[in-house]
C-alpha cells in the first residue's frame, strides 16, 4: 500500500494550491480518508476528512471556507484545495487512509492505518 502526495510548495498569503493524494496497492474507493499537517514543533492535527463515497465531509475549524476536500475513486485520488493560504497554513501536509474510527473521531491520527510520506506547504506573509 502507498499513499503518495504531491502539489505542496511555496505561495505568498491569499494565494492557493491543489494538494493530491494518489493511492496504490489497494483499492482506496471504499476508505475514508483525511488530510492532516503538522508544523515544525507541533503535534500533526486532522485538517479534513471525506468519507468513501465523498458525501461527508469534516473541516478543522481554522481552515473552513477556505479549504475543499474531494476525491475521484476512479482514479484513487484525494484532492485538498486551499484557498486564501495564510501562514499560519505552512506545514507537511500528510494524506491517510484505511479509517477505522467513527466520523466523530475523524480527527484521530491512531484511526487511520496508512500514511504518505508528505508533501511540504509554505506560506509567506
Known amino acids: 500500500v502507498q499513499l503518495v502526495e504531491s502539489g505542496g510548495g511555496s505561495v505568498q498569503a491569499g494565494g492557493s494550491l491543489k494538494l493530491s493524494c494518489t493511492a496504490s496497492g489497494f483499492t482506496g474507493s471504499g476508505y475514508c480518508m483525511g488530510w492532516f499537517r503538522q508544523a515544525p514543533g507541533k503535534e500533526r492535527e486532522g485538517v479534513s476528512f471525506i468519507s468513501w463515497n465523498g458525501q461527508i465531509t469534516y473541516y478543522e475549524d481554522s481552515v473552513k471556507g477556505r479549504f475543499a476536500i474531494s476525491r475521484d475513486n476512479a482514479k484513487n485520488t484525494l484532492y485538498l484545495v486551499m484557498n486564501s493560504l495564510k501562514p499560519e497554513d505552512t506545514a507537511m501536509y500528510y494524506c491517510?487512509?484505511?479509517?477505522?474510527?467513527?466520523?466523530?473521531?475523524?480527527?484521530?491520527?491512531?484511526?487511520?492505518?496508512?500514511w504518505g510520506q508528505g508533501t511540504q506547504v509554505t506560506v509567506s506573509s
Open positions: 491517510a487512509t484505511d479509517f477505522v474510527g467513527s466520523y466523530g473521531t475523524w480527527y484521530r491520527e491512531s484511526d487511520y492505518n496508512y
